[in-house]
């Protein structure tokens, strides 16, 4: 996707800052060294999936959305599992997700792919110095917590903690397969997100960005591809609204709120989920195009017939 907006000079890739996240896929090679074996294969997805729970249950869903409670003890977990994918502290991810929704698609979004093209959103925004720092300022909800800002500070501290048990456990072999190997995958699963999610796929609601759904990339996210009703309604603990919309964190979710390490777990009204369904003609007309709604700030009206919650707090609690 052709960029719209050229590069300033603190937008240029930092190639020095960036050699462990080009090294790590060099590690894609090892089991080459290693060999293939079922075992090792079944530990990478096993690694891949609980910690992409980490990322969308405890980076997105709650540090960004609060789209549940949960008490501190378990808070911490929560932000510890988010921060063994490697992607940065809690308190940096969740405060520029914020900014992503405030500005989604608009031409103050940190990664639209419609502003500074497909590959910046995708990761070329991380490999800059200009978002090298946590904006506090949007996430002084979590700030307050000591145990965040520590982890937030020394944000290498639990994937050096995954190395070390796997390393106790299995070995080199098994670092390689639990850590290296599927880290990369959930580098790339995650920024999809960023990336496909707004190229990709179908869209239910209008929204002020060109946010899609997509049941693969869905699969791949433990459900953070229904991106559009997420854009539409930001905060609901389930991203798929649906019976069909596979959405393997909030099933995770549903479980841990029976054993009551989760609770109010936030759901679409039905005013809002069934929102589309009594759509005009222009509204439609918007959904098929593939033009951007402009939105004049964050908190003025959009056009006549084109408002969603989703600029809206959310108020409800199931
Ligand atoms: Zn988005
Ligand atoms: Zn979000």
Redesign the pocket.
């Known amino acids: 996707m052709v960029a719209r907006i050229a590069r300033s000079a603190d937008e240029k890739t930092n190639w020095f800052a960036s050699i462990p996240f080009i090294a790590m896929h060099f590690t894609l090679l090892l089991p080459l060294v290693t060999g293939v074996e079922w075992k090792w294969v079944l530990l990478a997805i096993a690694s891949y999936y609980v910690r992409m729970f980490g990322v969308t249950a405890g980076y997105h869903r709650y540090f960004s959305h609060r789209a549940f409670k949960t008490s501190r003890p378990f808070q911490f977990v929560l932000a510890f599992l988010a921060q063994t994918s490697m992607q940065k502290g809690v308190l940096w991810w969740a405060a520029h997700h914020r900014h ?2 405030r500005e ?1 698609d608009q031409v103050g979004d940190l990664h639209s792919p419609f502003q500074r093209g497909f590959l910046w959103s995708h990761c070329g925004w991380i490999l800059t110095k200009k978002f090298d720092a946590t904006r506090f300022e949007s996430i002084r909800d979590f700030a307050r917590f000591p145990e965040l800002r520590f982890l937030n500070r020394f944000y290498v501290l639990p994937f050096l903690a995954l190395i070390a048990v796997l390393f106790a456990v299995g070995g080199m072999t098994a670092v390689i397969w639990g850590a290296f190997v599927p880290t990369v995958f959930l580098w790339h699963g995650t920024f999809t ?2 990336s496909l ?2 190229v990709f796929g179908s869209r239910r609601y209008v929204t002020t ?1 060109l ?1 899609r759904n997509n049941p693969l990339l869905a699969l791949i996210t433990c459900g953070e591809g229904w ?1 559009n009703n997420h ?1 539409y309604h930001q905060n609901t603990a389930n991203q798929g609204w649906f019976w069909w919309e596979i959405d393997l964190t909030y099933y995770v979710l549903r479980l841990l709120s029976v054993f009551r390490l989760v609770s109010a777990l936030r759901l679409p009204d039905p005013a809002v989920k069934y929102a589309h369904l009594k759509y005009t003609e222009a509204q439609k007309a918007v959904l098929k195009g593939k033009q951007l709604v402009k939105k004049v700030t964050f908190s003025s009206p959009l056009p006549s017939g084109l408002a969603g919650p989703s600029l809206m707090p959310a108020t409800k609690q199931q």
Do not use: E, G, L, P
Request: glycine share 0%; no cysteine.
């Open positions: 992503h929704h989604s997100i960023n999610s707004h960005d946010s991106h854009h």
